[in-house]
């Protein structure tokens, strides 16, 4: 069964204060790796897909790493805007019904 | 680009009571579509998958059910709401790619 934890639950940073969000995931044989970001009481809003170790992908503060076993998303210098959160989900390969798993996201506070 | 339907956005329904969630998608055809739930406290769990008309996969069971009428159109119902079903349900369509594009969700909360 394909497996998602992310670390830590809440992580709360000044505006300015550069950190990583960790996803450890066990999957046979992955497809793609997917990072998300939630707003209250919103659907999820795709930030980046991974598909290989050593894979980088970034956008604006943020930059999303791949290993076999585990994908970061640094996010450097952030402002109080990027206070979400971030959900990473995995999908296995093989078959037609692309299912993601997700994990149970880490919610990020960034305070001016 | 896909967008992805949900209505209502919030729902309050008494223990008991039918419900039906529908979900639509514009600017894709045939498209993998699913239902989540995030309960509080707890990741997204898939309940349905659709990869076509008529054709539903199940992930959990419970007092759920899904249909897809229309190739762009997908609902979930129950017949009998329990406390447990209370969550925010999301509708995502796969498109041209491998990850999902999300609807904006139903907030249930059965009392």
């Known amino acids: 069964e394909d497996q998602v934890t992310q670390s830590p639950e809440a992580l709360r940073l000044q505006e300015g204060e550069s950190s990583s969000l960790n996803c450890s995931y066990t999957?046979?044989?992955?497809?793609?790796l997917f990072w998300y970001r939630q707003d209250p009481g919103k659907g999820p809003e795709f930030l980046f897909t991974?598909?290989?170790a050593g894979e980088e992908k970034e956008k604006e503060r943020l930059k999303a790493t791949l290993t076999k076993k585990e994908s970061f998303l640094h996010i450097t210098a952030p402002k109080p805007e990027d206070s979400a959160t971030y959900l990473c989900?995995?999908?296995?390969?093989?078959?037609?019904?692309?299912?993601?798993?997700f994990g149970k996201g880490t919610l990020l506070t960034v305070n001016p | 680009s896909q967008t992805i339907h949900q209505w209502p956005a919030t729902l309050v329904q008494p223990v008991g009571s039918p419900l039906s969630l529908e979900c639509t998608v514009e600017?894709?055809?045939?498209?993998?579509l699913y239902w989540y739930r995030q309960a509080a406290g707890r990741g997204l769990q898939l309940l349905f998958y659709?990869?076509?008309?008529?054709?539903i996969s199940s992930e959990v069971p419970q007092n759920l059910s899904a249909s897809r009428p229309q190739d762009r159109q997908f609902i979930l119902s129950s017949k009998k709401l329990l406390l447990s079903d209370s969550g925010f349900y999301l509708c995502?369509?796969?498109?041209?790619?491998?990850?999902?594009?999300f609807g904006s969700g139903t907030r249930l909360t059965v009392v």
């Open positions: 999957v046979s044989g992955l497809r793609g």
């Open positions: 600017g894709t055809s045939n498209p993998n």
């Open positions: 659709s990869v076509g008309i008529g054709q």
């Open positions: 991974l598909y290989s």
């Open positions: 989900a995995v999908q296995a390969s093989g078959g037609s019904n692309y299912k993601l798993t």
């Open positions: 995502a369509c796969r498109g041209n790619w491998y990850g999902y594009t």
